[in-house]
């Protein structure tokens, strides 16, 4: 059903949709969700940037655990 949606359908929902609720609110609630995607991005960076530092540490480390162990010895 979704898929016959075309342009004029779209632009009928969005005339409806300004009807009901008014420029004012349809604009808040817009902002609301351009501030909700922002977030959205912001954590996906930063939880890409934590799973890259973790590597980073780990793959410094290159030494195996037994010959460290043996030349303390």
Known sequence: ???NIGLPGL???AVVVLVLFGKGKV???MGEVGKGITAF???V???TAEIEKER???AKDVTPAETVAKDKV
Do not use: H, N, P, W
């Open 11 to 13: 632009l009928l929902i």
């Open 27 to 29: 604009s808040s609630l």
């Open 45 to 47: 960076s930063d939880g």
């Open 1 to 3: 059903m979704l898929q």
């Open 56 to 58: 980073a540490e780990v």
């Open 41 to 43: 991005k912001k954590g």
